[in-house]
Structure formats: structure tokens, C-alpha cells
């Protein structure tokens, strides 16, 4: 296979590399196109290779309008400490795992309460299975009932059934 490398001046305002490999050897590689600003911010760096090692995309927030991503977006490995979504909604759906053909997957939902909702509407027919233990450090309420109450009240009624039932075996 021949190896060709060419740079192409297209129409006064276009250069085209044509290259199996462009390497730029900086730190910055900034896009600045001044109609489409919304600031006068003096940098617009695009890609960066940060201080550690890393690739980051729109460094310093340099673009106020953040970055837009069009299309399918495939990520190997996300790690850090937090994942901040702003937004109300997360979908999670895969269509070969569907027993319906329900449009929305709403699996975590910001309500209009300020609340977190799991499966909003229903929308996963099948409903939510939770694996391993479920601590609820401050209360549980199900259907406007506080479960621990509820369970303490029952352990105290079976405690009254079973002093009566000991007291009518016993005679008295």
C-alpha cells in the first residue's frame, strides 16, 4: 500500500490534510471562529493534553455553549468520584432486553416533589428488582406508612397474644 500525504488549499478558506496521520505536537489545539462567539474570552481551547496526562475537551469551560454530541456516543470507562447529570431524566433502555414495546425508560426521575423516582410510570413493565441488602437508615414509608412502626407494633401485638396464650394454659 503507498503512502500519500498531501495539504490541499480549497477555495481561499479551506485547507485539507490528507494524511493516514496528523500529529500535532502542542499543548493546545484551539477553533476560534469570532461570529459564532458568545464572549470575549481570549482562549478557545478545544482539545487540550492536560497536566496530567489526559485529553480534555473544552478546557477551562472556554466554550460557554459546552460541548455537543451528535450521534452514537460509546465510552469504555467512566471513573472519578461524581457524575453530575443536569437534567431531570436518566433513560437507561436496551431494546433486546424489552418484554414491551413501551416508548419511555425512565429509570431515575427528578419529580416535581424534589424527590428521586425509580421507574417512573411504569415504565419498566417488569418492575425494579433490588439485589443485596437495603438499608434505610432514616425510616422507610410504604403507601403512607412507616414500616419500623408498623413492625414494632406487630412484634408488641404478638408479645400481648402470646402472654394471653400462656396465661389461658396456665389456667388463669
Not at 500519500?4 to 480549497?10: A, G, L, T, V, W
Not at 467512566?78 to 414491551?100: P, V
Request: hydrophobic residues 30%.
Amino acid at each position: 500500500m503507498r503512502s500519500m500525504s498531501d495539504i490541499k488549499f480549497i477555495n481561499n478558506n479551506e485547507i485539507e490534510a490528507e494524511c493516514f496521520s496528523l500529529k500535532l505536537t502542542g499543548a493546545d489545539l484551539k477553533i476560534d471562529y469570532s461570529p459564532r462567539r458568545e464572549n470575549n474570552s481570549p482562549n478557545r481551547r478545544a482539545l487540550v493534553h492536560d497536566y496530567n496526562d489526559g485529553l480534555t475537551i473544552n478546557w477551562a469551560g472556554d466554550y460557554p455553549g459546552g460541548i455537543t454530541l451528535n450521534g452514537d456516543v460509546k465510552i469504555s470507562k467512566m471513573s472519578g468520584t461524581h457524575l453530575r447529570i443536569h437534567h431531570h431524566d436518566l433513560h437507561l433502555d436496551n431494546e433486546n432486553r424489552r418484554n414491551s414495546s413501551s416508548g419511555s425508560r425512565r429509570a431515575l426521575v427528578h419529580d416535581f416533589n424534589d424527590g428521586l423516582t425509580i421507574n417512573w410510570a411504569n415504565d419498566y413493565p417488569a418492575g425494579v428488582t433490588i439485589r443485596g441488602d437495603v438499608k434505610c437508615p432514616e425510616g422507610l414509608i410504604v403507601s403512607g406508612q412507616d414500616i419500623i412502626t408498623l413492625i414494632e407494633d406487630m412484634q408488641n401485638t404478638i408479645q400481648n397474644l402470646t402472654d394471653r396464650i400462656e396465661s389461658i394454659e396456665a389456667g388463669g
